[in-house]
């Protein structure tokens, strides 16, 4: 078992709607620090799989790091998914889960700017985590997009109106309901996101929405650094490390090795590399990064506790954003053409390929 997984017990269970459970969590005694985590995270969660014996997911919480210190995830059923109908049938009060300490880069740099938060369906869940938190601690403004199907499909309904009846001079609330207006369009999200140009953007939501979405916010010409969309796909990789099929494994990592080999002489600097990391506001500076080892492996084997989560390039959990320099990455299902122009890298992936290399966690 990988050492930084956790068997947390479930203490509470709340249908929200028809297909969205949530679940909360108790934090083990001692294990405090190792949830600590910011609005917007996820936690990596091991379900249980005839097939592969683990089927590693990321579900967002929805719990905010303000106030009783729950630890609260969201999962809401997809179609012919094998992951979020197990947890909705089978996960109960007292049941235990294995999961990994809370990641992910979707959380706002301020709790204080304003904020321009859309929402598609089970999105809300880490952008309610986010508002929860906003206006608890910071003292911007918050306008709040939600669409759904329709009305019995909102989740949090009831505490998305309590927050803005409560706050109604910084949280403005939007309901958008397929079954009354139809699907939004790329220029309706425009139009409604124009009022908004000097807040810091986050989406998330189905993929559609999250595509028309973020290119109605590039045609408003949002900059990078306030557009933020949240990325999660199907872990293929098992980061709890468990080697339930041997053989199998075996020959996957063969068959990845062969490949990666060429991939890390392409890669290779001429040798010991300069490394310099910004993570938490603390400057981390290195002279002997071996250009065979890659980022994130050089970090964690330096003592310094780099975010992570599938190991796989499979997440954001990883993402850096380079300063100085260049490094490649082995493999990449997650970041698109913009993201790679706009520096960001991820550490599980990169290997160096110039001989200084300056990098700063998003």
């Known amino acids: 078992m990988d050492t ?7 203490v509470d269970v709340v249908e929200e709607t028809a297909d969205a459970h949530s679940i909360t969590f108790e934090i083990p005694e001692g294990a405090e620090e190792h949830f600590a985590y910011k609005p917007g995270q996820f936690l990596t969660v091991a379900v249980p799989s005839d097939q592969t ?3 590693a997911r990321c579900y967002s919480l929805s719990s905010s790091p303000v106030g009783a210190g729950n630890l609260t995830i969201t999962v809401k059923r997809t179609a012919d998914g094998y992951a979020s109908n197990w947890i909705c049938d089978n996960v109960r009060e007292g049941d235990t889960l294995r999961v990994l300490p809370p990641s992910g880069i979707f959380t706002p ?3 204080s700017a304003d904020l321009l938060l859309l929402a598609g369906g089970s999105g809300i869940t880490p952008v309610l985590s986010i508002t929860r938190t906003a206006l608890t601690q910071g003292t911007g403004k918050i306008v709040l997009f939600y669409a759904n199907r329709d009305e019995k499909s909102v989740i949090f309904a009831q505490e998305i109106a309590r927050l803005a009846a409560e706050n109604p001079d910084r949280l403005l609330v939007v309901h958008w309901l397929e079954s009354v207006q139809g ?4 220029d309706q999200m425009k139009a409604f996101a124009a009022s908004y140009s000097s807040y810091d953007a986050f989406v998330c939501g189905p993929a559609p929405f999250m595509k028309l979405t973020v290119a109605a916010l590039r045609e408003l010409e949002f900059p990078r650094e306030r557009r933020h969309q949240e990325k999660f796909v199907s872990l293929g990789g098992n980061p709890f490390g468990d080697l339930h099929d041997v053989e199998a494994a075996e020959s996957e990592i063969s068959a990845a090795e062969r490949d990666e080999l060429d991939l890390v002489e392409d890669a290779r600097a001429p040798g010991p590399v ?3 990391v910004e993570l938490d506001g603390e400057m981390h500076v290195f002279d002997d990064w071996d250009p065979r080892t890659r980022l994130l ?11 992570y989560s599938c190991r796989e390039g499979e997440c954001s959990a990883c993402a850096v954003r380079l300063v100085e320099g260049e490094v490649k990455m082995l493999h990449n299902d997650v970041l698109d053409d913009e993201d790679l122009a706009e520096g960001i890298r991820l550490g ?3 290997l ?6 300056r990098v700063t966690y998003t």
């Open 4 to 10: 930084d997984s956790f068997e947390l017990k479930v």
């Open 109 to 111: 740099a301020s709790l």
């Open 183 to 186: 699907l939004p369009s790329q």
């Open 297 to 307: 492996d050089h970090l964690e084997a330096k003592g310094v506790k780099a975010p």
């Open 352 to 357: 160096p390929v110039t001989d200084t290399v």
């Open 274 to 276: 300069h490394l310099e």
């Open 53 to 55: 014996g683990v089927a």
């Open 348 to 350: 599980c992936q990169s």
